[in-house]
């Protein structure tokens, strides 16, 4: 019986490694950090196990995802890639997006996230103001307001704004010509405002999320434009963080994903996508990412609600920017702030 046994035993084996090579790879690009994290621990294992597919993870920012994308035209190694929605505006202009198969979770999706014919939005961030609480109690301020508060001297020397080569102070920059004038197609008036007005507050125009905490932590800040995402991060550490929305509304800014042109797997890529657009993934994302669900039918905490732009009135109140005319001038913008802003 031992022989038979054995023989049946390395046939089993056999079996096992001819299923495992038989799955289809299906290739995912996107954030490191807390992000891949939530992937590979909470993500894929189901999604695996219902669609028979091993999911190899690719962790860079959205620019190196992008660069990825331009070097291996041709010859992709990802199957879906997931950016923010700038970035993604130009893979989808580039041609590296395919078309995405339809679903009926599209019909539960917000309007705000259909970014493009290739490309979906899978979480909502809100850019707006990030403030010490506790520190504006005590000199017996009221909550920032308007994106024109960062004019205000009292916030000389305690007020922090990523430059313009992150996207948080780029929607700054727009919103401050859009208030003054002007708007993407006319962006004079931000640089006046932003090199006159607001830069004389700025302590530092801080591009690191990391050391923007630390700038809060020791005190050195009360007030930042920020991500509502961020801004969870930061109040889940015990700091006393809160996020407000400008009455002219906060900038939606999204993690958004697509299917890659030329994948040998893109029912799954298709697939992939309508999964994490799911409600119970939704409500993961906002959880660990900090991005307010696009798909209508997730709930949310009331804690989580509180940080996280959240529910119809919300949402139909954040801005849209214009990537079609941003893209094109950034470059020549990240110069000319360099010169005129940063100065």
């Not at 199957?79 to 893979?91: F, H, K, R, S, T």
């Not at 102070?169 to 006046?192: S, Y």
């Not at 125009?205 to 801004?231: D, H, N, V």
């Not at 906002?286 to 609600?305: C, F, H, I, W, Y």
Request: hydrophobic letters at 40%.
């Amino acid at each position: 019986m031992k022989p038979v046994i054995m023989a049946l035993a390395a046939a089993s084996s056999l079996l096992a490694v001819q299923t495992a090579q038989a799955q289809d790879t299906l290739v995912v690009g996107g954030y490191g950090g807390s992000f891949e994290t939530l992937m590979k621990e909470v993500v894929f294992p189901e999604f695996e196990k219902t669609h028979d597919v091993t999911i190899q993870f690719v962790a860079g920012n959205s620019t190196e995802n992008l660069a990825r994308l331009q070097a291996q035209k041709g010859n992709q190694e990802l199957d879906v890639v997931i950016l923010d929605d700038g970035p993604m505006y130009q893979a989808d202009a580039l041609g590296f997006c395919a078309p995405m198969s339809k679903g009926a979770v599209f019909d539960d999706v917000y309007d705000l996230a259909k970014l493009g014919p290739n490309s979906i939005g899978v979480g909502f961030v809100a850019t707006g103001f990030t403030y010490n609480t506790e520190w504006f109690e005590r000199e017996g301020w009221d909550p920032p307001a308007s994106w024109e508060d960062l004019k205000d001297p009292k916030y000389e020397g305690i007020l922090s704004i990523p430059p313009i080569s992150n996207t948080y102070g780029l929607h700054t920059l727009i919103m401050m010509a859009r208030l003054n004038g002007g708007g993407e197609k006319d962006i004079d008036p931000g640089f006046e405002v932003m090199a006159d007005e607001v830069a004389p507050n700025v302590l530092v125009f801080e591009p690191s999320s990391g050391k923007m905490s630390e700038l809060f932590q020791s005190q050195e800040i009360a007030l930042s434009i920020w991500g509502s995402g961020r801004t969870k991060s930061l109040a889940d550490t015990g700091f006393p963080a809160k996020f407000a929305y400008p009455k002219e509304g906060a900038v939606a800014l999204m993690l958004a994903a697509c299917p890659v042109v030329d994948s040998n797997v893109s029912e799954a890529a298709n697939e992939f996508i309508q999964y994490l657009l799911t409600p119970e993934i939704q409500v993961k994302l906002a959880d660990v990412m900090g991005s307010g669900p696009v798909n209508r039918k997730a709930e949310l905490t009331e804690e989580q609600a509180s940080f996280l732009p959240y529910g119809p009135e919300q949402i139909e109140n954040l801005v849209a920017v214009d990537w079609d005319t941003i893209n094109p001038n950034r470059e020549e913008w990240t110069k000319r702030w360099a010169r005129e802003v940063e100065r």
